[in-house]
């Protein structure tokens, strides 16, 4: 307030506005720093003339194989793809500011044309085009966005409530300003996460439960709407040509599918088949073994199916098969680093990934902010404090997983495991793992698709051979995500790609306040009050070189806690789709760029017609 008042801000309503427009800013970042200048015309990424129209159909995010609502920001159900909360681009919803796809965290003027952080960071304003509409022609105010945080804070999923745990609340200057204000000191990402929020209609919301699961299709201000569909089995996006935005400089180029269609398939099996069919356009393959071995076929020989590799350059990130630390039988961290040694990734890169991957080390893989090496002083400075309470291997050169001999059963590493289960408490007795009393040590790797079977179970049979009672659980879709949500199980695979800049996301992903609340990223139901501190660290960092010395800091002491048997990674995305689509000629750095800047080619597809 008596940084407001010393500058001038309260003298009227209109001149809070009018000083805080002449000094505001097109687009924030974490660190200030901004690629594009304030009349930029459009990203460097897109094609500003390129032609809309067609359709494009494709496969969804990995592992989304159902859904059976249309409101993707509450915990019940399990949402379409294409909107809610974790989707990669969410088509119906606008937001105040959008990313920019080339930069670390940069996000640019959306529904809000400008922005003004406080000088003391406690609070942002936004300044809104009052050219901004619903689907249904009312005008989006300040009050819609107030209230759209409103909502999601009360009844929203609960990631929202701790991701904006900070965030104190919003108010409305004017009818197209509003002002968040923030608590606690570490507030640098609170600006971006307010920016990129999903603006809800509040008077749609008074005759619509915002808490209930529905097929209704929802009324948002995006470039699209949702079109037909049939419940886990596709659903379609119908672009607006009367969308508001589709002009401004962060829209152009961009939105030119005049349809968006996701299909959903049980398993990856029948999404290659059909692929191969022609029944949808474009498929991202994560199966290696198909990708090396079962794409020589007619049409990607003759040109009709493209097979392309497309550089990845974000955080390859966390994947693995994630232990449930809630179980007591995996409380001791020697049990679970002893999994991790029963895993044969080089005989299972070599016989069934045709060595496509690389191993990964660590939680913030392909990027600066992994820990390589011995801690260099500044780590220390972070570390040092818990010295007593922390692995003796933080302060040496990080925890990696072993590298076995290839064979499938590296007895050298199964031995050490065995002496690890022995030390945790866990003995031998009639050819079964047990604990003092006398209890066997059960464990289920839960799944939903057949395809991961095969992965499993080498790693199966090598726990068999430390004397463990291991068993894949193969349930439906919904069943899978239930459990999930509820961590009603021993291990399960996930994949979570880490931000160009993390922060307060990172609370969900290991914070403690995430372990026991349901439909929580803390799948390992990390408890552990110095990871908790070391999250505040990367929160409060001032630039980016401090962020990347507190990643590696908490990289160090995650890796030491064997939370996770690693899985492995490649930069790239090795995507397949038939040639009917043009392109710009630069790839976003952060992004596919697929959905957002491709378009559909008549020439390409009247000749993919032809050749059949």
Do not use: C
Not at 39 to 61: C, E, H, Q, W
Not at 266 to 283: P, V, W, Y
């Amino acid at each position: 307030m008596a940084t407001l008042l010393a500058a001038g801000l309260f003298l009227s309503l209109d001149g809070i506005s009018q000083t805080y427009a002449d000094n505001s800013t097109h687009g924030l970042s974490a660190f200030g720093e901004l690629k594009y200048p304030k009349n930029f015309k459009y990203f460097d990424y897109v094609d500003p003339n390129a032609p809309t129209g067609g359709r494009l159909s494709m496969i969804g995010t990995a592992g989304v194989i159902t859904f059976n609502s249309f409101n993707g920001y509450i915990l019940k159900g399990d949402p379409a793809q294409g909107l809610g909360y974790l989707a990669n681009e969410d088509h119906v919803f606008d937001s105040l500011m959008i990313r920019a796809l080339d930069e670390p965290d940069a996000v640019y003027g959306l529904v809000a044309h400008s922005a003004e952080v406080a000088l003391d960071k406690k609070s942002v304003t936004f300044f809104m085009r009052p050219e901004a509409r619903f689907a249904d022609g009312s005008e989006v105010t300040a009050g819609d966005v107030v209230f759209s945080l409103n909502i999601l804070k009360e009844k929203g999923h609960p990631a929202f409530r701790l991701q904006l745990r900070d965030v104190e609340r919003a108010e409305t200057p004017g009818k197209l300003t509003v002002r968040y204000f923030f608590t606690g000191e570490n507030t640098r990402d609170l600006p971006l996460i307010v920016a990129q929020l999903p603006i809800f209609s509040k008077a749609y919301y008074t005759t619509h439960p915002f808490d209930k699961t529905t097929l209704e299709p929802p009324l948002g201000s995006g470039p699209y709407t949702i079109g037909k569909f049939k419940q886990g089995t596709f659903v379609t996006y119908r672009r607006r040509p009367d969308y508001w935005g589709k002009d401004l400089p962060v829209n152009r180029g961009r939105n030119n599918f005049d349809e968006l269609r996701y299909e959903y398939y049980r398993d990856r099996i029948a999404e290659f088949e059909a692929l191969k069919a022609n029944a949808f356009d474009l498929r991202e393959e994560f199966t290696s073994k198909v990708w090396a071995t079962q794409y020589d076929i007619p049409p990607v020989r003759d040109g009709r199916l493209i097979r392309e590799t497309l550089p990845d350059d974000r955080p390859s990130g966390a994947q693995g098969f994630f232990i449930n630390t809630r179980r007591a039988k995996f409380q001791d961290r020697r049990v679970r680093q002893a999994l991790d040694l029963a895993f044969d990734f080089e005989w299972t890169n070599k016989n069934q990934f045709y060595n496509h991957y690389k191993r990964t080390h660590s939680f913030f893989e392909n990027s600066s902010m992994k820990a390589v090496g011995v801690p260099s002083p500044k780590e220390l400075k972070l570390l040092e404090p818990y010295r007593d309470r922390l692995p003796k291997e933080v302060f040496a050169k990080p925890y990696s997983p072993p590298v076995s001999n290839g064979s499938g059963k590296d007895r050298t590493l199964l031995r050490k495991a065995s002496r690890l289960l022995r030390e945790a408490g866990w003995t031998m007795k009639d050819g079964k793992r047990v604990n003092a009393k006398g209890e066997p040590m059960g464990i289920e790797f839960l799944i939903f698709s057949p395809s991961f079977e095969r992965i499993i179970a080498p790693f199966v049979k090598n726990l068999k051979l430390l004397g463990l009672s291991p068993s894949i659980r193969r349930v439906d879709p919904a069943q899978y995500q239930e459990r999930v949500k509820s961590f009603d199980f021993d291990i399960t695979t996930q994949r979570y790609v880490m931000p160009n800049t993390p922060g307060v996301q990172l609370r969900n992903y290991w914070g403690s306040a995430a372990a026991d609340f349901k439909g929580s990223q803390n799948l390992a139901g990390i408890k552990n009050p110095i990871i908790d501190a070391l999250i505040e660290k990367i929160i409060a960092a001032k630039n980016r070189a401090e962020l990347t010395i507190a990643a590696r800091a908490i990289d160090r002491v995650l890796r030491s806690e064997h939370y996770w048997v690693p899985h492995w990674y490649k930069a790239s995305h090795t995507i397949a789709y038939w040639n009917k689509f043009s392109r710009p000629k630069v790839k976003p750095r952060y992004s596919r760029g697929i959905i957002s800047t491709w378009w559909y080619d008549d020439a390409k597809a009247d000749k993919l017609a032809k050749s059949k």
